[in-house]
T-cell receptor
Framework: KQEVTQIPAALSVPEGENLVLNCSFT??????LQWFRQDPGKGLTSLLL?????REQTSGRLNASLDKSSGRSTLYIAASQPGDSATYLC?????????FGKGTMLLVSP | EAQVTQNPRYLITVTGKKLTVTCSQN?????MSWYRQDPGLGLRQIYY???????DKGDVPEGYKVSRKEKRNFPLILESPSPNQTSLYFC??????????FGPGTRLTVL
């Protein structure tokens, strides 16, 4: 059964810093990997989708990588802003389900 | 606008009173699913549907029912809710091969 771990569980940085969020998984037989953002008590907003055959995806200040051989994905956020404060979740897509990590809670201070 | 909608957004009910949470998507997706989110446990899948009239259990199906009579709708039914079903519920559509989109969530409290 797929297990997904996100490190760190929480991260606090000053505005302007570049940062990396980590996601590791145990089963490389995946269709894709998706990164989501969740604001407190709110829904999930899709940030990036990396298909199994891809190595990375970029959207604005966000860059996500996927290394299936090592069971790792990273989400890189450039020039962080207070508005980036949220919980970031990675999710691995198998045949019938998304398996989520517990998330990294990010706080960006002005 | 492409979206997944859920209703109600908030619901407080009592043990044993049947309820239905509706989910609808306008993206013509075949795949839809339900998740619940609990502190410390993260998001866990309840049920999923690969297409109309095709549904299957996820990781935590006990106490829930679903139906998929139309492509756009995938209601979640709690026939006899209990306090341990107090949670934040999300409907999703789009996967498993493609990007998944989530609804805004339904916060359910069972007293």
């Amino acid at each position: 059964k797929q297990e997904v771990t996100q490190i760190p569980a929480a991260l606090s940085v000053p505005e302007g810093e570049n940062l990396v969020l980590n996601c590791s998984f145990t089963d490389s037989a995946i269709y894709n990997l998706q990164w989501f953002r969740q604001d407190p008590g709110k829904g999930l907003t899709s940030l990036l989708l990396i298909q199994s055959s891809q190595r990375e995806q970029t959207s604005g200040r966000l860059n996500a990588s996927l290394d299936k051989s090592s069971g790792r994905s990273t989400l890189y956020i450039a020039a962080s802003q207070p508005g980036d404060s949220a919980t970031y979740l990675c999710a691995l897509s198998g045949y019938s389900t998304l398996t989520f990590g517990k998330g990294t809670m990010l706080l960006v201070s002005p | 606008e492409a979206q997944v909608t859920q209703n109600p957004r908030y619901l407080i009910t009592v043990t044993g009173k049947k309820l239905t949470v509706t989910c609808s998507q306008n993206m013509n997706h075949e795949y839809m699913s339900w998740y619940r989110q609990d502190p410390g446990l993260g998001l866990r899948q309840i049920y999923y549907s690969m297409n109309v009239e095709v549904t299957d259990k996820g990781d935590v199906p006990e106490g829930y029912k679903v139906s998929r009579k139309e492509k756009r709708n995938f209601p979640l039914i709690l026939e006899s809710p209990s306090p341990n079903q107090t949670s934040l519920y999300f409907c999703a559509s789009g996967g498993p091969y493609n990007e998944q989109f989530f609804g805004p969530g339904t916060r359910l409290t069972v007293l």
